[in-house]
């Protein structure tokens, strides 16, 4: 799977996937950073059905659809939490929790296949290191009854990044800009070397110099 077009991202702090793999031993820890990362995702994608609400309704009930598959792996992830032999997490529903959503210049509301273009663009990357956000979780749990759910959530990050590049592919073909030819003024000269057509005599310009 490759990395997807665009390359910044400045409005969720992730693990660095950079890192040799450790062992967190908190599970507590763990449990806290997923929460906290899917917390982050449920909001983005419900944001993201607003935004494409004006655009096209299919990608607007698609982010609604990802939306609610965060919250469930949330519930998921609570059951899982609930047979481990440690104090009760504090995990909640992501639907119940506050999300600073990032600045955005253009309006919020998208209409037009640039822009459209962009976010799902940016949606692929946030789903391509949502993937390596849990595969680094799952190189560092050191719980043995996380990893079901770990390995869960990187095959749903995989799917997901499929479904969105069919919905990228719904997106119409954006016209590449015309680009200007520019032609040199070229003046012909005739075979017999003069301009138009006659041989230049001497003492005038284009005359041979002897």
């Not at 598959?69 to 504090?90: D, G, T």
């Not at 998208?110 to 663009?121: F, N, Q």
């Not at 590449?176 to 003492?203: F, K, N, Q, T």
Request: glycine residues 6%; positive net charge.
């Amino acid at each position: 799977m490759s990395t997807p077009r665009v390359t910044s991202r400045d409005d969720h702090p992730l693990i660095k996937t950079g890192q040799p793999p450790c062992v967190i031993t908190l599970t507590e820890e763990l449990l806290a950073l997923a929460n906290d990362h899917e917390r982050h995702e449920y909001h983005r994608y419900r944001w993201l059905s607003l935004r494409f609400l004006t655009y096209h309704r299919g990608i607007s009930k698609l982010m609604q659809a990802l939306a609610g598959e965060s919250q469930q792996r949330v519930k998921a992830l609570i059951e899982a939490a609930a047979s481990l032999p440690i104090r009760e997490p504090v995990l909640r529903d992501p639907a119940t929790q506050a999300w600073q959503p990032p600045a955005i210049q253009s309006p919020f509301f998208i209409h037009d296949d640039d822009v459209a273009a962009h976010e799902l663009s940016r949606a692929l990357l946030e789903e391509w290191r949502s993937r390596r956000f849990y595969e680094h979780l799952q190189a560092c749990n050191g719980t043995p009854d996380l990893h079901g759910w770990l390995n869960a959530c990187i095959g749903q990050a995989r799917s997901q990044f499929q479904i969105l590049q069919e919905a990228e592919g719904q997106l119409p073909a954006l016209p590449c800009p015309p680009r200007e030819i520019m032609r040199p003024a070229v003046r012909h000269a005739s075979r017999r070397g003069g301009l138009g057509g006659r041989r230049p005599r001497p003492g005038h310009p284009g005359a041979a110099t002897p």
